[in-house]
């Protein structure tokens, strides 16, 4: 099992920056493709970002590429997601996700393991 706690959202401004974490604990880290999903109101929850277990490649959501960076850190079992020139579009929860290595990255039903979310909320 791996619990997966995220932190870092709140509510800013169009064209602010937040920085999104994910702490991991449980099994191996490393064994794991880590994403990033969100869910805005009444909507379904969709992809945003992935990283390998290894960091060496990374895939992002169209809307988000160039803004978004997804990134992680196996030595303390983290994963982070800087968001740059927020858009009231990306209001929504956000939450961290683990899938084995190896998973199709974009599928949600793919990743066995979800944090509680953290709510990001972009003002213009």
């Known amino acids: 099992q791996v619990q997966l706690v995220e932190s870092g959202g709140g509510l800013v401004q169009a064209g602010a920056s937040l920085r999104l974490s994910c702490a991991a604990s449980?099994?191996?880290?490393?064994?794991?493709?880590m994403g990033w999903f969100r869910q805005a109101p009444g909507k379904e929850r969709d992809f945003v970002a992935a990283i390998t277990w290894n960091g060496g490649r990374t895939y992002y959501e169209d809307s988000v590429k160039g803004r978004f960076t997804i990134s992680r850190d196996n030595a303390k079992n983290t994963v982070s997601l800087q968001m740059n020139s927020l858009k009231p579009g990306d209001t929504a929860v956000y939450y961290c996700?683990?899938?084995?290595?190896?998973?199709?990255?974009?599928?949600?039903?793919?990743?066995?393991?979800w944090g509680q979310g953290t709510q990001v909320t972009v003002s213009s």
């Open positions: 449980g099994r191996t880290f490393s064994n794991f493709l």
């Open positions: 996700a683990a899938a084995p290595r190896g998973s199709w990255y974009r599928d949600g039903q793919n990743y066995a393991h």
